[in-house]
């Protein structure tokens, strides 16, 4: 059973940093590239960050490029998201997903992450 778990969430000051973790079991991790989005209040889902399966190519968008950071440890089958100088508007739910050809099959349940004052 493919399961992907996200940790690390949490309230934290506008300027502060937080280190979001997946955490996968049931496939190959190695073999697969990864992605994190976010879902704000009210608001859609917004692609934040990729990483191909070697971990040696990311992307991020342009709102947190700077700020944030995607790695993974392949022998830890782990994904991880450091965010640095968070700002009000990076308050939202996210989520890890696995890449399945041109989409993402496997979603995780979410990691809230407000910052606020």
């Known amino acids: 059973e493919v399961q992907l778990v996200e940790s690390g969430g949490g309230l934290v000051q506008p300027g502060g940093s937080l280190r979001l973790s997946c955490t996968t079991s049931g496939f190959t991790f190695s073999s697969y590239a990864m992605i994190w989005v976010r879902q704000a209040p009210g608001k859609g889902l917004e692609w934040v960050s990729g990483?191909?399966?070697?971990?040696?190519?990311?992307g991020y968008a342009d709102t947190v490029k700077g700020r944030f950071t995607i790695s993974r440890d392949n022998a830890k089958n782990t994904l991880y998201l450091q965010m640095n100088s968070l700002k009000t508007e990076d308050t939202a739910v996210y989520y890890c997903?696995?890449?399945?050809?041109?989409?993402?099959?496997?979603w995780g349940q979410g990691t809230q992450v407000t910052v606020s004052s």
């Open positions: 990483i191909n399966s070697g971990g040696g190519s990311t």
């Open positions: 997903a696995k890449n399945y050809g041109m989409g993402y099959d496997y």
